[in-house]
T-cell receptor, first 115, second 115 residues
Framework: DSGVTQTPKHLITATGQRVTLRCSPRSGDLSVYWYQQSLDQGLQFLIQYYNGEERAKGNILERFSAQQFPDLHSELNLSSLELGDSALYFC??????????????FGEGSRLTVL | AQSVTQLGSHVSVSEGALVLLRCNYSSSVPPYLFWYVQYPNQGLQLLLKYTSAATLVKGINGFEAEFKKSETSFHLTKPSAHMSDAAEYFCAVSLSNFGNEKLTFGTGTRLTIIP
């Protein structure tokens, strides 16, 4: 158990719909990352938040957005869903400051299927 | 920008044989390197990491990796494969151990163990 919690674990929806994926980082971790894993693209970095602020952006589509709340949990919003958005979405958190270890701790992922 | 290349998307070894998974990195500054493992239907788990200390790094489950700057490599090895090692392995690079640097992942190597 990494300590990172993601919900839901599985989600099936239709094209054009909108979904929200939720992530609770490990206790005390201020930094949250979102990654997308698909068969054809591998693990792609989407976005990173640190203590509520966006810090880095990767290959995130304009239809996708994220935020980190004051309690440090994060949500990834995916809208106008397309078949190609079907993937496993991972959240990871990272210790910072004197707890810094350089590694990311990953949740078990949310598997999104778009039909 | 940093990147990693994993040679061989699929590797099969016999139980008890040597495991060698290859990773080469590209980085403009001294990198921090990681190997993660992903078991079926699970998130990514850190196997080991190189953060500019000893070049030979020992990780969990009997795995180790050696950082070779001259070859820009960070290959993962295990002397004797076990059935439980069957999984997907990802090499990753970060430019900084501190701050909020993201991890850039390779495309992964699926390891199959032959009984």
């Amino acid at each position: 158990d990494s300590g990172v919690t993601q919900t839901p674990k599985h989600l099936i929806t239709a094209t054009g719909q909108r979904v929200t994926l939720r992530c609770s980082p490990r206790s005390g971790d201020l930094s949250v990352y979102w990654y997308q894993q698909s068969l054809d693209q591998g693990l792609q970095f989407l976005i990173q938040y640190y203590n509520g602020e966006e810090r880095a952006k990767g290959n995130i589509l304009e239809r996708f957005s994220a935020q980190q709340f004051p309690d440090l949990h994060s949500e990834l919003n995916l809208s106008s869903l397309e078949l190609g958005d079907s993937a496993l979405y991972f959240c990871a958190s990272r210790p910072t400051g004197d707890r810094e270890t350089g590694e990311l701790f990953f949740g078990e992922g949310s598997r999104l299927t778009v039909l | 920008a940093q990147s990693v290349t994993q040679l061989g998307s699929h590797v099969s070894v016999s139980e008890g044989a040597l495991v060698l998974l290859r990773c080469n990195y590209s980085s403009s500054v001294p990198p921090y390197l990681f190997w993660y493992v992903q078991y079926p239907n699970q998130g990514l788990q850190l196997l080991l990491k190189y953060t500019s200390a000893a070049t030979l790094v020992k990780g969990i489950n009997g795995f180790e990796a050696e950082f070779k700057k001259s070859e820009t490599s960070f290959h993962l090895t295990k002397p004797s494969a076990h059935m439980s090692d069957a999984a997907e392995y990802f090499c990753a690079v970060s430019l900084s151990n501190f701050g909020n640097e993201k991890l850039t992942f390779g495309t992964g190597t699926r390891l199959t163990i032959i009984p």
